[in-house]
């Protein structure tokens, strides 16, 4: 078991794996900047008016916002309108501009702020995805030592690499190519591309992969494939392309805006021209027309849709569950299956001894097998060694100090512990052969207790003391508290058992799986196996949410119908590309947040009812009578208000309460039947 020779990352440093941050500052987009201005312009204005100042004051900062936050929109809307498509963001400027014609200057400034604003959060998350996308090939290195056929060395950069090409990794060093282990032997960080809780050991044969972080013994490996085809350059090619390739998402209003749009043009038109081809006044008509534009405009219809949603992404983020947009809000309730990672996810992604079998024979009790591991392995900083520690630390053991400390890569730990030579490691390479074939009683026990512990999903680590077997460890990555509970909630809002897909070994997979009820195990996958298997899910018409925090997560995230990333212990890849991100690391908000989407939803089509009662009785109004223009502003306003309201309810801390309620009643009536039986 081998050290790492880089320090322990303390809860400021970046995690491993992680590539360098490259942040797009906000302020550095156009739309940003716009959106400032007429925000600024807008509040500015607002007190002026309200405490009555003269128009004079208020009125050039709001021609300000109206110009700043509009003009981009409406530049956009006018574009499409050349391609014979009419949108509702041009609705909205035409809309806000009619407000203005008839005095409701602040309304039409206020429309067109939140517009502006939510453009600029639209283009700063595409622009911080990107970023993420750039930075992960930061993990691959610069450039690597390339060995010549006369036994020389040199640096060349990784882009240069060939196929064929011998590479000499030393500790410490990330690996510049994917490639096969020729020579050396050591421990091999690749949680990038796996997602293994614990280093892999490597040895002669091995694959390695370019951008995993090698331990402490040196490796010769030769270069099986180019940099433009390794597997961290196919992740950023698979996160880019599903980025690009997914469907369009829109919100349910959005779905038919064109032909809203289309409709209340040609209305508008009518209502002006027909009355003045049967011989009415053009003033009368004017006035008809365009208080049929204002009652009919979408505000309403508008704000039946953002209020519920916006109101539903304040509520998760008080309570740690980050919603990145309005549409992914109303997408969370959509989902029909879902796919978890293991390592970070269901897990806490932090190896811990789940196991301590001392061998008959030995003389030793738990706590005194504990305490010798934990001697030997204190100077150690591999993270099989921090389990050991932690857990003797845990329990509040006294570690005698360890010396002639030293440890074999692949192999394990020695070191002298109050006389006695203690050794510390894998039991397959400590017992030397002795799992085929013991030669003693001691070591046929222990190598029955690790086949054990391994069948079971536990890495098994032996102990000696002066050359004879004493005890077995079993370590495990720790299941999080709420995942069981959780799992059951999801199957039961989808319909559909949740399936595992991870890059951990299958039998550690299969036990996990088995403590959280989940029976489609899929593991041993890279990240283009991960995309797979969405795709697959995709395609037999489901909508996918995959939950996971790793690099090797991202492809897969980006290819969900949504995507949500654990927050703690996520990379700053997956933070990025997810569509949502549970900040607190408490799973058991996944099911409340979907049940939550679920709720405003509802809200939405009762909004969008009452929204279209009005509109439609003051557009009968206004076509069969004559409706009085300041009647008809202030019934289209009211409606607005109503909605408005109305979806307001869901930022209420009860709202949350009954989506949890929601998401754990089925929790709750499993619990209730197994305990009838």
């Not at 550095?28 to 312009?41: C, G, H, I, K, Q």
């Not at 209020?307 to 919603?323: D, F, K, M, Q, T």
């Not at 947040?593 to 909004?607: F, G, P």
Request: with cysteine; glycine share 10%; proline share 5%.
């Amino acid at each position: 078991m081998s050290t790492a020779l880089t320090e322990r990352p303390s809860a400021a440093a970046p995690r491993a794996g992680d590539a360098p941050r490259r942040r797009t500052r906000v302020f550095a987009l156009a739309e940003a900047r716009w959106a400032a201005a007429a925000t600024v312009a807008f509040l500015i204005a607002l007190p002026l008016q309200l405490t009555g100042a003269p128009a004079w004051a208020w009125g050039p900062l709001y021609a300000i916002a109206y110009v700043t936050g509009g003009w981009e929109p409406g530049w956009a809307g006018l574009q499409s309108l050349r391609e014979k498509t009419l949108d509702v963001d041009l609705l909205m400027i035409v809309a806000a501009i009619g407000a203005a014609s008839i005095g409701q200057v602040m309304d039409g400034a206020l429309l067109i702020v939140i517009f502006a604003t939510s453009g600029a959060l639209e283009a700063l998350a595409t622009a911080r995805t990107q970023d993420s996308v750039r930075g992960l090939l930061d993990l691959a290195p610069a450039t690597a030592t390339r060995l010549l056929d006369d036994g020389g060395e040199e640096t060349v950069a990784t882009e240069d690499l060939v196929v064929g090409d011998t590479l000499l990794i030393r500790p410490g060093e990330r690996v510049g190519a994917d490639g096969r282990v020729l020579d050396g032997a050591s421990d091999v960080d690749q949680a990038t591309i796996t997602g293994e809780p614990l280093p892999a050991a490597k040895q002669q044969g091995d694959e390695v992969f370019a951008g995993t972080l090698n331990g402490t013994g040196a490796l010769r490996v030769q270069v099986e494939r180019d940099a433009s085809d390794s597997v961290i350059a196919r992740i950023v090619a698979m996160v880019e392309e599903a980025s690009e390739t997914k469907a369009p998402t829109q919100l349910f209003i959005e779905k038919v805006e064109q032909r809203y749009s289309l409709g209340m043009v040609f209305a508008t038109l009518a209502v002006f021209l027909v009355p003045l081809a049967f011989g009415a006044a053009v003033t009368g008509s004017l006035l008809r027309a365009m208080t049929f534009m204002i009652v009919a405009s979408p505000c309403a219809v508008v704000l039946a849709t953002m209020p519920p949603l916006l109101s539903a992404i304040a509520n998760a983020g008080r309570h740690g569950v980050l919603v990145k947009s309005a549409v992914v809000m109303e997408r969370l309730g959509q989902v029909d299956a879902v796919a978890l990672d293991k390592t970070g996810t269901l897990t806490e992604g932090t190896p811990r001894i789940t196991d301590l079998r001392p061998l008959t024979g030995s003389g030793l009790d738990e706590e005194e097998l504990l305490t010798l591991a934990g001697a030997a392995e204190h100077p150690s900083e591999h993270p099989l060694a921090r389990a050991v520690v932690d857990a003797a630390r845990r329990r509040g053991l006294d570690l005698p100090v360890a010396e002639g400390f030293a440890s074999t890569p692949g192999i394990g730990v020695t070191a002298t512990v109050s006389g006695a030579v203690i050794a510390v490691g894998a039991p397959a390479r400590l017992l030397d052969g002795a799992a085929d074939a013991p030669s003693t009683e001691a070591e046929a026990t222990a190598a029955a207790v690790a086949e054990e512990l391994e069948r079971d999903g536990r890495t098994a680590v032996l102990v000696g003391r002066d050359g004879v077997p004493v005890g077995v460890l079993g370590i495990a990555d720790r299941l999080r508290p709420d995942a069981a509970a959780t799992v059951t909630a999801l199957a039961a809002l989808t319909g559909a058992a949740p399936v595992l897909v991870t890059g951990d070994n299958p039998r550690a997979a299969a036990r996990l799986a088995a403590e959280v009820g989940i029976t489609d195990v899929r593991a041993g996958l890279l990240p283009q196996d991960k995309v797979a298997a969405v795709q697959e899910q995709e395609r037999a018409g489901r909508k996918v949410l995959v939950i996971g925090d790793g690099v090797n997560d991202a492809p897969a995230l980006a290819a969900a119908h949504t995507g949500i990333a654990m927050g703690r212990a996520g990379s700053d890849l997956a933070l990025e590309t997810a569509d949502a991100v549970v900040v607190r690391d408490e799973l058991a908000t996944v099911p409340t947040v979907i049940a939550l989407s679920r709720a405003a939803r509802r809200l939405v089509v009762q909004n969008l009812v009452i929204a279209s009662v009005f509109i439609s009785g003051l557009v009968v109004w206004d076509l069969v009578a004559t409706l009085p223009l300041p009647l008809g502003v202030l019934g289209h306003e009211g409606s607005t208000v109503i909605v408005g309201l109305n979806g307001l309810r869901l930022l209420r801390e009860s709202a949350w309460q009954r989506a949890g309620a929601t998401g754990a009643r089925p929790v709750q009536e499993a619990a209730r039947s197994r305990r009838s039986r």
